[in-house]
């Protein structure tokens, strides 16, 4: 290689690797190396394929890892980003990254890479179903972490498929905004819902995008100068009050969920009062309350408009306390306060939660805040804290609800109680094919009904004209609308053989 070429790769790995340790949080040099060793593996692995864009494989396993530091994932999840198309699209053999990455990295990327066989055509019912489904299959919250990386950044790049796929760049664009967004709703990582929103939203509904986008440049100016202004304010009447220890930052609504919030103003712009925001961070919550004191003192509030997520947190966990005030000169603004951890929580969600402590040491279950239950109760059952009886009651109850997620033979996901049979799916899809079930194939072979389906199984159902249920399917079903039909059937059977024999 002339030594011009080997001179510029060295500066572009040196430049790449540089980005993603810069956007990372405090970390050690042996996080260095781990994160370097996999990038320089990913590299050679995916040297002689592009991207549709044109650009070298590696600058979307960059684009990943950098996603990935931002919401401060830790070392090992940021080298698996880098990693996470080696198995399925590369020659490189699982053996090989179990040699040179270990066990956990490993299970990271078939995770994602199951993950991404996963296919979502838009039938909104299912969507809820696939989001637990996801979930469910993931089983390390951090391959999540990763496909939502890898998702940014593939909703971010989607122009160049759109130009030789357009249908398929809907397709994306449509799972994007009703799968992954509202998975990163549900791990409380709010800022990347909103960029995953708003990316995919030029590509579902276009004109909408461009109305939306031309009703907020409108306005941002004329707001843009008010929450310069309160802001000035603001600092002045802190300092008065003594508090020193704070930060602030505006922002103007992501455009997406501004879409969603006209359409119910009639796209009345003048009607939105969150359309911007002035945020204030704050060390404690104590000093939240002594923020929001001074605002009400300095600007008149909409009294119904002042919301305490602090007091009673949004079910994702959110906190922050929401008022809006008017600015004095015909405006209105809402302000948020919340503390600094509130503020991380908010942003990085179940990654805040996963990352390192002060001193650097990796946080254990056992310090994750309760706020976040449900995240917290998945991270546990990971890790296999099965202590307690109830505890285990509630997780079951409350997350997965003893659901399991199968398949139709076109792929749509069917949600059944644990335990549950193929006559409860049969009835489940129609009545009809219940009622007429003649036998059933799991997974492409023959199985009786009495079978216990299990997550992921594919199920078919055969019927016949002539079958009709037996008396014995009321022992295999376990859903209430199954056993409901199946009592009607063999009750109207037992009525006709009464009135034949009378
Ligand atoms: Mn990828």
Redesign the pocket.
């Given at each position: 290689m002339p030594e011009e070429i080997i001179k510029k790769e060295t500066e572009d790995n040196t430049n790449d690797l540089r980005a993603i340790f810069d956007l990372m949080q405090k970390h050690s040099e042996e996080d260095e190396k781990l994160i370097t060793k996999a990038y320089k593996f990913a590299k050679e692995a995916h040297k002689n394929f592009e991207r549709l864009s044109g650009d070298p494989y590696i600058v979307?396993?960059v684009g990943?890892a950098k996603n990935l530091a931002e919401i401060k994932a830790d070392a090992e999840t940021i080298a698996a980003g880098l990693l996470?198309?080696v198995l399925?699209?590369t020659t490189t053999k699982k053996e090989d990254v179990v040699r040179e990455f270990g066990d956990d990295i490993t299970f990271m990327i078939e995770g994602?890479t199951k993950l991404?066989k996963i296919k979502y055509h838009g039938v909104e019912r299912h969507a809820e179903s696939l989001r637990k489904l996801f979930i469910a299959t993931a089983r390390d919250i951090r391959v999540l972490l990763i496909k939502l990386a890898?998702?940014l950044?593939?909703a971010a790049t989607l122009e160049s498929l759109h130009k030789v796929r357009p249908e398929k760049s809907r397709r994306i664009a449509l799972e994007t905004l009703e799968i992954y967004a509202p998975l990163a709703n549900r791990l409380g990582m709010g800022h990347i819902k909103g960029e995953l929103e708003d990316l995919a939203f030029p590509y579902i509904l276009p004109n909408e995008y461009k109305e939306t986008v031309r009703l907020r440049q409108k306005k941002s100016k004329e707001i843009m100068k008010r929450l310069e202004k309160i802001n000035r304010l603001l600092c002045k009447r802190l300092a008065k009050a003594g508090i020193t220890k704070f930060k602030t930052d505006f922002r103007v609504k992501h455009i997406y969920s501004l879409f969603l919030k006209l359409q119910k103003k009639n796209m009345d712009i003048d009607k939105i009062y969150d359309l911007s925001a002035l945020r204030i961070m704050v060390p404690t919550t104590e000093d939240c309350y002594r923020v929001l004191g001074i605002i009400h003192n300095t600007w008149r509030p909409l009294p119904e408009r002042l919301k305490d997520y602090i007091a009673v947190p949004k079910p994702n966990g959110y906190q922050s306390i929401h008022t809006v005030i008017f600015t004095g000169d015909g405006g209105i603004v809402e302000i948020q306060i919340r503390s600094e951890q509130m503020h991380n929580e908010a942003e990085y969600g179940i990654a805040a939660h996963l990352a390192y402590d002060e001193s650097g040491k990796k946080k254990t279950g056992g310090e994750l805040s309760k706020k976040l239950k449900w995240i917290t109760q998945l991270i546990e059952w990971q890790k296999g804290v099965h202590e307690s009886e109830s505890f285990l009651d509630n997780l079951k109850t409350d997350f997965f609800n003893n659901q399991i997620f199968v398949f139709t033979p076109k792929g749509d996901v069917v949600e059944l109680p644990e335990g549950a049979s193929p006559l409860d799916f049969a009835y489940l899809i129609h009545t009809d094919i219940g009622s007429h079930a003649f036998g059933a194939k799991v997974n492409g072979k023959m199985a009786s009904f009495d079978t216990a389906l299990k997550n992921g199984d594919i199920v078919e159902i055969i019927t016949r004209e002539k079958s009709t249920p037996s008396p014995k399917w009321l022992e295999y079903a376990k859903t209430s609308e199954a056993i409901k039909r199946i009592r009607i059937s063999l009750g109207n059977t037992k009525k006709n053989k009464e009135r034949l024999e009378r």
């Open positions: 979307h396993l990943t996470h198309d399925e699209d994602v991404g890898d998702r950044n593939n």
